[in-house]
């Protein structure tokens, strides 16, 4: 059998800071070496000692994406942590709707990154359609965008089953999404969003700690649960590019259970976990 040993968890630590800023501690050795011999024996077998050597000796991007997927955790749900959602319909979409606030050129850029399978920028995409009438004018666009292949099949596709839908009341389900084929092999139910949602919503692979080439300014960034995964220095240097792509005065919310104090930078607390760019 493959056994993960402490050096060879350390060099597969050191390739996942170095490329994604992912920082595994030795609590999370169990889960990858789980994940590790899951993968090896699905792709033919071998040991996982041999797997790493080769990942350090000349990986493709393929390569890599295979084991950023192996490595990272796509847990997401629709309207998650609702405060949030609260906070853009007082604060943005009351104004916008009633006209007493106005956006330059009437555009809403909204970038969600680290949007996993789509929850989240499907959820944003759903808010605007509700709070934002078509008489208002606004043209919204919905940036979505995540390193996992995973999680970049699962938005575009916008397929989700039940469980995934647990966040989303009867009522946005019926609006927004109509019945799919069930699963394959076990013929769970699953419901399809409705091409109005998708259309505000483009999907791009983005690695949070690679330079934004070509993106923003933003009005709004939700940046959630993906900071817990980096140390102190990547999460401050992927907040100051953040900074970089908003507009001023834009909204940045960040995970409930994350927080920037500490970090030295130069957003303003607006809420728990959201903050502005003045
Ligand atoms: C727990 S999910 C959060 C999804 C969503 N933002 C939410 O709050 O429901 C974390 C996501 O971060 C992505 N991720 C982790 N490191 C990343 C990186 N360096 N660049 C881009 N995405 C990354 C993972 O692929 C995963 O989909």
Redesign the pocket.
């Known amino acids: 059998m493959s056994v993960l040993t402490e050096t060879t968890f350390k060099r597969i630590a050191d390739i996942a800071r170095r490329r ?3 920082s595994l501690g030795e609590r999370k050795m169990q889960l990858v070496a789980n994940r590790l011999t899951s993968h090896l024996r699905k792709s033919g077998g071998g040991e996982i000692e041999d797997y790493v050597s080769r990942l350090e000796r000349n990986p493709t991007e393929d390569d890599m994406l295979v084991l950023f997927d192996i490595l ?6 629709f309207f ?1 942590d609702p405060a949030h959602f609260a906070f853009l319909e007082r604060e943005l979409y009351t104004g916008l709707a009633k006209g007493t606030l106005a956006l330059p050129g009437k555009r809403l850029r909204i970038w ?1 990154a ?3 399978i789509g ?2 920028p499907y959820s944003l995409a759903m808010q605007a359609l509700e709070l934002l009438p078509p008489a208002a004018g606004y043209d919204v666009k919905i940036l979505a ?4 292949n995973k ?1 970049l099949v699962g938005c575009r596709e916008g397929i989700y089953t039940e469980s995934q839908l647990s966040g989303l009341s009867p009522e946005r389900r019926a609006k927004f999404l109509i019945k799919a084929e069930p699963k394959p092999g076990s013929g769970e139910p699953r419901w399809r969003v409705k091409d109005e949602v998708k259309r505000l919503v483009e999907v791009r692979r ?4 690679e330079p934004y080439t070509g993106l923003g300014p933003f009005d709004v960034i ?1 940046l ?3 900071m817990i ?1 980096f140390d102190r220095e990547t999460r401050r240097e992927v907040v100051m590019r953040m900074h970089g792509v908003m507009r001023p005065g834009a909204i940045i919310a960040v ?1 409930s259970a994350e927080t920037l104090s500490g970090l030295d930078v130069p957003l303003k607390a607006a809420a728990p976990s959201i903050y502005l760019r003045s």
Do not use: I, P
Request: proline content about 0%.
């Open positions: 994604w800023g992912l990272s955790t796509n847990v997401t749900s998650r969600s680290a949007c996993s929850a989240e965008t995540d390193l996992a999680a983005q690695n949070l700690v939700f959630r649960n993906v995964y995970g």
